[in-house]
Structure formats: structure tokens, C-alpha cells
């Protein structure tokens, strides 16, 4: 079982930019496919981005493709979120998820972070 903690969440203003970081702890990162998840309140919860084991392979959301660049570090365990050009309806609590497969399906995930807030003002 791996843990994962989220960090980096935060108000900030539209067309500012946030980086999140989640890190793993219990299991090394590499063996794991990692991404990044969002929900707002009263929605569902909404697939943002992913990444391989060895990061050479990404996708992205519509929603937040060519603004947002998911990335990774094994040597430290880590996952990154780079967000940027962001916009009022980013807002929301962002969740990585690691899991053993290339899916943007939030129930082929097996293990979840307990989320950072991210706020966007008008």
C-alpha cells in the first residue's frame, strides 16, 4: 500500500499559476501510473491529467489541455501538477491517484490522496 499526500493548493487570481505536489510514501513511486483528479462542489469528480511510470507518456483533460503539464520525479517520489492561465472553474479539491494502468478512470485507481484546495478569483 502506498500513502499520498497533496501539497501547493491555494487562492490565487485568474490567469495565475499554481504547481501541486504529491508525494508517496510505503511504496516506491515508479511502480505506479499516477494522476490527477478534481472536484468541485455538487460535481462529479473530474479527470485532469496522467502519467506512465517513467513519464515519457502524459494525457490530459479537455478541459485543461495546453494550460495544465503533469510530471514526475521517481528519485524523489514524486508527482507534480503544473498549472497555469488558470481560471474560475479550476476551482476545486485536487486529488492525485496512483494506480497499474494507463486510465483516465477514476475507479481504475487504487490508492488516493486526501486532496489540496485550489481557488480561482475573478
Known sequence: QVQLVESGGGLV????????SCTASGRTL?????GWFRQAPGKEREFVALINRNGD????G???LGRFTISRDNAKNTVYLQMNNLMPE???VY????G???TARDNEFDYWGQGTQ???SS
Open 13 to 20: 487570481q485568474a490567469g495565475g499559476s499554481l504547481r501541486l
Open 100 to 102: 497499474f494502468r494507463f
Open 30 to 34: 515508479s511502480m505506479y501510473y499516477m
Open 57 to 60: 507518456n502524459t494525457s490530459s
Open 95 to 98: 486529488y492525485c491517484a496512483a
Open 90 to 92: 479550476d476551482t476545486g
Open 62 to 64: 479537455n478541459s485543461v
Open 118 to 120: 485550489v481557488t480561482v
